[in-house]
C-alpha cells in the first residue's frame, strides 16, 4: 500500500465517525491547547517585562536606598542612605553618562474639586531622557525649571484624564499637599513599570519637591551608562561603599545600604521565570497528552474489535500485516494531528481572546505566540498517536484474515 | 501431475487443534482445476466446503499433503507471501458481501487495487469503472452500499473481485443472502465472467445455484465423494471414480 492510499484510508477511518474521533481527540486538544495557551501568556509576559526593561533602556540602572531586603518596596518607608552629595559625586562619574534623581512627593493632587493620588515625583530634565519620556503637549521640565524652583508640573496621560477630562490643562493650576503648581506640559503614554501605571503621575522640577518635602536624601536615583556597563556598575558601589563607609570586598549585596536593579538583572529574573513557566507547560502537556494517548488507544483497540471484519476484508483483498499496521497506526496519528490542530488553533485563539481583555489592565500586554513551544506541542502530539497507537495497530496486523472475516 | 493446472491438491487434509483437541475438518483432498473452469464445490453445512474454498484461496493453511498453485508449492509460503497471492492471484465474493459500509460502490470496488503491488495508481479508476460496468452498475458507482439492494451489493463485490484481473475467483455461497431473481442475475455475472475466460471457483449449498457452474466436485464430512461434469450424477452424490 501506498503512503497517499495509507494516509487515505487513514483519513476515512477518523471522518467516519465524527462526534467519535472528536471526543477521542479532545484529551489531545485539550492538552495541546494549554500548552499553546500557556506559552502565548508567558510570551506575552515575557513582552511585558522585556518593555518594562526597555522603557528604561538597557544600559539603565536604578539606585534605591536601603538594603536588600528592603527591595525596592521599601524605596517610600524612609530610607534615607542617598544623600545629595552622593548625588553630586556620581555626576562626576566617567562611565555614568547621565544621572536623574527622584524624590516622592507625598499628599492629595487636586483640581478644583477633583481630587486624587497620583505619584508625585521630583526630578531634574535628565529624567526624562533616562526614561524615554516625550511631551504630548506643552513641554517637558528643563533645567531653568529646577535653577529657578518654579511650581510648574508636568503630567501623566491618565492624570490628565482623571483630573481634565478632554479639556486642555496646559495653563491651569493644580495642587499638590498644598501647594499650587502650573501644568506647563503632558507626557506621551509609557505603559506601565514594574507593573504600576507610569501615566498617572505629575511630574515637579527637583528643587520644588526637595522644598516641599523638606527631604535631605533621595529616593530612588536613575542612571545611564556611557559605555560599559560593568564599569559603570562597580564604579557607582565603589564610590557608595567609599562614602558610606562600608567595607564589601566580597560584593555581598546583604551588606550595603543601598541596592542597585538594572536591565540585566531584569534579564536574570525573566531568564528564570521563563524556566519556570517551561517547566509548568512542560508538565501540563506531558500530562494532557499521556491522557489524551491513553484515550486514543482505548477507542483505537474499541475500533480495532469494531472492525475486524473490515480487517478479514482489507487482508482477503490483499492487505499484508504491515498495511494493516500503518492504516490504523496512521488512523491514530491523524487523530491526534487533527487534535493537535485545533488545540493550537483554541490556544491561539483563547490566547488572543485574552491578550484582548488583559491589555485593558496592562497596556503592555500584547498578543502573543510562542512559534517553539506551539511546534513542540504539536510534534508532542504527533508522537503520542505513533505512541499509543502502535498497541491497536499491532493487534489489527495480527489478525488472521478467515478468523477476522468470520468475526461477529 | 499437470503443470498446465491452475490448482492442485494432493492428499491434502485439514485439521484444527484447539488446545490440545485435534478435529480433523478435510481427508485426502486430491483435485486438479484447469484454468478457465467453472467449478461448483457442493455439499451440506459441516461438509468443509468452506474450508476448503478458504485453503485453496489462500486465506487458510492445509495441515498436510500438498497444495499446488500453478504448479508452486504453497507449503512454505509466508503471510506476506500468501498477501501477495491474495492480492494479484486470486479474489473472493463472500456471501455477506462484505463491503466497506459509509463507502461509495467506487471506492469499494477500487479497494483490492490499493493492495495490488504491480498496477498503478494510474490504472486505478479506468480498470474501477471498467469492472463496474461490467456488472452493469455504472449509473450507481458514486451510491453509498447503504443505498443498494442485495443483489446489487453482490454485484458490486463481484466487480471488486475481477477488478485486479486475477487467476481466479472464489465465490462463497454467493446467493445466500439474495432473493432468487437477484440470485439468479449474480449467477448470470458470474457465468459471463467464466464465458470471458476467468476461473470460477463456487461454492454452495443451493442445487439452483451449483447448476450454473459446468463441473461440480461434492463434498460430505470432509471427503469428495463426487466430481464430476455430469450434473444428475454430482447433484445425486453419488461417487464416482475421481479424476
Avoid at chain 1, 489592565?361 to 504539536?378: E, K, W
Avoid at chain 1, 496486523?397 to 477476522?404: D, G, K
Wanted: net charge neutral; hydrophobic share 40%; with cysteine.
Amino acid at each position: 500500500m501506498r503512503s497517499p492510499d495509507i494516509f487515505r484510508a487513514a483519513s476515512k477511518g477518523v471522518t467516519v465517525n465524527i462526534m467519535r474521533s472528536f471526543l477521542t481527540m479532545l484529551g489531545i486538544i485539550i492538552g495541546v491547547g494549554a500548552v499553546v495557551l500557556m506559552s502565548a501568556v508567558g510570551q506575552s509576559m515575557q513582552g511585558v517585562i522585556l518593555s518594562q526593561i526597555s522603557s528604561l533602556g538597557p544600559k539603565s540602572m536604578v539606585i534605591f536606598p536601603g538594603q536588600q531586603e528592603g527591595g525596592p518596596n521599601a524605596v517610600a518607608t524612609g530610607h534615607d542612605s542617598l544623600t545629595f552629595e552622593d548625588l553630586r559625586e556620581l555626576e562626576q562619574l566617567k562611565s555614568i553618562e547621565s544621572v536623574a534623581p527622584i524624590i516622592f512627593v507625598p499628599g492629595i493632587t487636586s483640581y478644583e474639586k477633583e481630587e486624587g493620588s497620583p505619584q508625585v515625583l521630583g526630578v531634574k530634565e535628565t529624567y526624562f531622557k533616562n526614561q524615554n519620556i516625550f511631551a504630548a503637549t506643552g513641554r517637558l521640565l528643563d533645567e531653568s525649571d529646577d535653577q529657578g524652583a518654579k511650581s510648574v508640573a508636568v503630567l501623566g496621560s491618565d492624570t490628565v484624564t482623571k483630573f481634565f477630562g478632554s479639556n486642555d490643562p496646559l495653563g491651569k493650576r493644580i495642587q499638590v499637599g498644598d501647594r499650587h503648581y502650573t501644568v506647563v506640559g503632558t507626557m506621551k503614554p509609557i505603559g506601565s513599570q514594574f507593573f504600576q501605571s507610569a501615566d498617572d503621575r505629575v511630574i515637579l522640577p527637583f528643587s520644588v519637591a526637595r522644598d516641599a518635602t523638606g527631604q535631605k536624601y533621595l529616593n530612588m536615583v536613575t542612571m545611564q551608562a556611557t559605555d560599559s556597563f560593568d564599569i559603570a556598575l562597580e564604579d557607582v558601589k565603589e564610590l557608595l561603599r567609599r562614602r558610606h563607609g562600608i567595607n564589601n570586598p566580597k560584593d555581598d549585596p546583604k551588606k550595603d545600604d543601598f541596592v542597585v536593579r538594572t536591565a540585566a538583572q531584569a534579564s536574570t529574573i525573566l531568564g528564570s521565570v521563563t524556566l519556570g513557566l517551561t517547566l509548568f507547560i512542560t508538565t501540563i502537556a506531558t500530562i494532557s497528552l499521556i491522557v489524551g494517548g491513553i484515550g486514543i488507544m482505548n477507542i483505537m483497540l474499541v475500533s480495532v474489535s469494531e472492525r475486524t471484519q473490515e480487517i478479514g476484508l482489507r487482508k482477503a483483498l490483499g492487505a499484508t500485516r504491515q498495511d494493516i499496521l500503518l492504516q490504523f497506526l496512521a488512523e491514530a496519528v491523524v487523530l491526534t494531528v487533527i487534535g493537535g490542530i485545533i488545540g493550537i488553533v483554541g490556544g491561539i485563539t483563547f490566547a488572543w481572546l485574552l491578550s484582548f481583555i488583559v491589555r485593558h489592565f496592562l497596556s503592555t500586554y500584547l498578543f502573543a505566540i510562542s512559534p517553539v513551544a506551539t511546534l513542540i506541542a504539536f510534534i508532542m502530539a504527533f508522537f503520542t498517536g505513533l505512541i499509543f497507537g502502535i498497541n491497536p495497530a499491532r493487534q489489527a496486523a495480527a489478525l488472521q484474515p478467515i478468523e477476522a472475516l468470520r468475526y461477529e | 501431475m499437470s503443470f498446465s493446472s491452475l490448482i492442485q491438491t494432493v492428499d491434502l487434509c485439514k485439521s484444527y487443534d484447539n488446545d490440545g483437541v485435534v478435529t480433523p475438518v478435510l481427508y485426502d483432498i486430491n483435485l486438479t482445476i484447469n484454468r478457465g473452469e467453472f467449478i461448483s464445490i457442493m455439499g451440506p453445512s459441516g461438509s468443509g466446503k468452506s474450508t476448503l474454498m478458504h485453503i485453496l484461496g489462500f486465506l487458510d493453511l492445509h495441515s498436510t499433503g500438498k497444495y499446488l498453485f500453478q504448479g508452486q508449492a504453497t507449503a512454505s509460503f509466508g503471510d506476506d507471501d500468501l498477501a501477495r497471492i491474495r492480492a494479484t492471484r486470486v479474489s473472493f465474493v463472500f456471501q455477506a458481501f462484505n463491503l466497506l459500509p459509509r463507502t461509495t460502490v467506487k471506492e469499494n470496488v477500487m479497494l483490492p487495487l490499493l493492495y495490488h503491488p504491480t498496477i498503478p495508481p494510474s490504472e486505478r479508476e479506468e480498470r474501477t469503472l471498467k469492472a463496474i460496468e461490467l456488472v452493469g452498475l455504472a449509473d450507481r458507482k458514486d451510491y453509498y452500499s447503504s443505498q443498494l439492494s442485495g443483489g446489487q451489493k453482490q454485484r458490486v463485490a463481484i466487480a471488486r473481485s475481477l477488478v485486479t484481473n486475477p487467476d481466479v475467483i472464489f465465490a462463497d455461497e454467493p446467493t445466500g443472502n439474495l432473493d432468487s431473481a437477484s440470485g439468479v442475475a449474480v449467477m448470470q455475472a458470474l457465468q459471463k465472467l467464466n464465458d470471458d475466460g476467468h476461473t470460477i471457483i463456487l461454492v454452495t449449498h443451493e442445487r439452483t445455484t451449483a447448476e450454473h457452474a459446468k463441473r461440480i466436485v461434492h463434498i460430505r464430512d470432509g471427503r469428495i465423494v463426487s466430481d464430476s461434469t455430469d450434473f444428475q450424477r454430482a447433484i445425486a452424490g453419488k461417487t464416482e471414480q475421481l479424476k
